[in-house]
């Protein structure tokens, strides 16, 4: 059976400027509670992994696969736009002819975290970063991602391209106190890990992992806050020769997932 599209060519159309307020503004996606996605893979794995497709906007250049059809039938309401209004919608400079409209899913509490690996980020600034992390804490099986309020948004439009898909499929905690939160990790057993320039007490490879624990990532220019680093039970440090005083965010986050996991990946 044949599923029924609304076809709009208004660029004033209402929805359309709420697609556009939603890519734009991260204040706008919290209040309704919604994001975009563009491209058929993310659309695919919002609706492949719970997310409620709330609304999928297509062009006319957009050829059928099993993909488009999954989306397409999982969405609440379904639009068809012209090609050139349709590029007007989108982020990328190469649109696919498909994009989402997902419900923002409810926040995972932090008293619900029983055991497992963390990676907590205060205060990451840079998107590309937040969905680099995101990909590798998923390759290196870390059991999901904290995320300060304070920082990027895990829903914007770059966050999402940057994660190709992590975002949606891991837990991502998004925290309105961070440090509040890390003291409830505290008391539920976690050990917590500070990743510091200088100043460690050890280096990333001598520090025990083993049991639950989190290791804190800070801002990118500024590092973790004092508050932070003085709640953690042990700060670590990478180890490096070359002339870099330190490394990006993700670069760094990478180096310490795979520490935390390394023991697991051997056997």
Not at 40 to 66: M, P
Request: glycine share 6%.
């Amino acid at each position: 059976m044949a599923l029924d599209f609304e076809y709009i060519s208004s660029k004033e159309n209402k929805l359309l400027k709420s697609v556009r307020k939603l890519t734009a503004s991260s204040k706008e996606r919290k209040e309704q509670r919604a994001f975009v996605l563009e491209g058929l893979r993310l659309c695919a794995d919002a609706a492949l992994n719970g997310y409620s497709v709330d609304t999928v906007i297509v062009s006319n250049s957009l050829k059928s696969s099993e993909r488009a059809e999954t989306v397409i039938s999982s969405a609440r309401k379904r639009v068809r736009v012209p090609e050139s209004l349709f590029a007007s919608l989108c982020d990328t400079v190469n649109p696919q002819g498909i994009l989402c409209i997902v419900k923002m899913p409810d926040s995972i509490p932090i008293e619900s975290v029983r055991d497992g690996k963390y990676i907590v980020l205060e205060n990451t600034a840079d998107p590309s970063n937040l969905g680099a992390i995101a990909r590798t804490a998923e390759a290196f099986g870390i059991s999901g991602i904290i995320v300060s309020s304070s920082g990027c948004d895990p829903f914007s439009p770059k966050s999402q391209r940057a994660g190709m898909g992590a975002l949606l499929r891991l837990p991502v905690l998004r925290s309105n106190d961070i440090l509040s939160d890390m003291a409830v990790l505290r008391e539920k057993g976690f050990k917590l890990f500070a990743s510091v320039v200088r100043n460690a007490d050890c280096f990333v490879t001598e520090a025990d992992y083993s049991g639950s624990c989190a290791v804190l990532i800070g801002n990118e220019a500024n590092g973790l806050s004092d508050e932070a680093v003085a709640l953690c039970d042990m700060k670590v440090t990478i180890p490096m020769s070359g002339r870099a005083e330190s490394l990006n965010a993700a670069a760094a986050a990478s180096v310490m997932m795979w520490e935390m996991t390394r023991s697991g990946a051997e056997q």
